[in-house]
């Protein structure tokens, strides 16, 4: 049950030199719903995404938003409504927060855009604890509070599609329930969401529909619900027998 798809890749294969690290990968990511891809270390989830919003020369086709694209531009994606959520967070240590989330929204800024108030206060809304913290410098937040930083700074680009590389990296328990939970919050606001994990239980509680992808193939895909119950998928990314 997927609705019609706001990003549907085709084919996508993208190699470091001589080695292939995605292959042939088929993805849609339906309009207003939480799509996840899981796997092991190093299946190719980060090269995939980087090859969706033009990091990365890849082969095949990205259709974002109804336009087609063969090894797509950042720029173009990104001003399309594409946003990245990058797995080291990429935040700037020595800025605050007010100002890492601003600099979310310069593209929209310079193609004339100038009202950044109400994408800040609907960050502010999500994440209280960033309001809080606003003038503190980004390089002393807490990990959970650095990857809130992190979707906040992608949101002000008031994105289409937000792309999630691994979010729960490096994060206690407790927190990677918070920032799930903020994930499912961020349904309601329409925006689509393609999720990359290794936590395959989180990722599979909160998507609608998910990918396995394994030394970069697709080699499952069905309704998240589907898959958390599949014994391949308990077997493998689960920890039960
Ligand atoms: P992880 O969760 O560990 O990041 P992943 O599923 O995101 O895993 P990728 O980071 O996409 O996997 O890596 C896929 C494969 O491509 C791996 O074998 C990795 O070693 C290789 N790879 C990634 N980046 C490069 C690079 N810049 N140059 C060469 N090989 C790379």
Redesign the pocket.
Known sequence: PLNPPVLEVRNLS?A??K?E??TRANLRVGEGQIVTVI????????????AIIGL?RSHGQVCFDGRVAVSPEVERMVDGGMSLVP?KRELFGEMSVEDNLLLGAFHRYRSGERNYREPMAQVFALFPRLQERRRQRAATLSGGERQMLAIGRALMGKPRLLML??PS?GLAPLITREIFRIVADLRSTGVSILL?E?NARAALAVADYAYV?E??SVVMEGPAARLRHDPRVLDTYLGLG
Request: net charge negative.
């Open positions: 993208v470091y030199g080695v690290a995605l796997g092991p270390n190093g299946a190719g989830k980060s090269t995939m995404l980087s990365l797995e590389d691994e990296l990359v290794q992808l030394t970069g």
